[in-house]
């Protein structure tokens, strides 16, 4: 699959904001924010689906968003009141979805398959 290309993460104290962004040259049915840090799996963080629903982690609820912008091949995830337990490795991911396969069956895939490269967010106390 042609690999998602994200935006350069950041640092910044508690309380700030940052925006991550991801660029999905590809049809996919869902896409999504994971994390990960040192020693722990690789966690879902919020959730975009093609109808436009969005899920979030408990943890970020109220406090990230997810978007897409459909016409730049674009997804967004913006943090706002970041903590130290938000700082991670993110990923963008996506469940491609190729033309004969319809949206419920890309639903029902269990793993995304396109992935970006990670970029660190930091968060200083």
């Known amino acids: 699959q042609v690999p998602l290309v994200e935006s350069v993460g950041g640092s910044v104290h508690v309380g700030g904001s940052l925006r991550l962004s991801c660029t999905t040259p590809?049809?996919?049915?869902?896409r999504a924010w994971f994390r990960q840090t040192p020693g722990k799996e690789r966690a879902s963080v919020a959730t975009?689906?093609?109808?436009?629903?969005?899920t979030y982690v408990d943890s970020v609820k109220g406090r990230f968003t997810i978007s897409q912008d459909n016409a730049k091949n674009t997804l967004y995830l913006q943090m706002n009141s970041l903590q130290p337990s938000d700082a991670a490795v993110y990923y963008c991911?996506?469940?491609?979805?190729?033309?004969?396969?319809?949206?419920?069956?890309?639903?029902?895939?269990?793993?995304?398959?396109?992935w970006g490269q990670g970029t660190q967010v930091t968060v200083f106390s």
């Open positions: 991911a996506a469940k491609a979805q190729p033309a004969l396969l319809s949206t419920a069956a890309c639903y029902r895939r269990k793993n995304y398959d396109t």
């Open positions: 590809i049809r996919s049915c869902s």
């Open positions: 975009i689906y093609d109808d436009g629903i969005t």
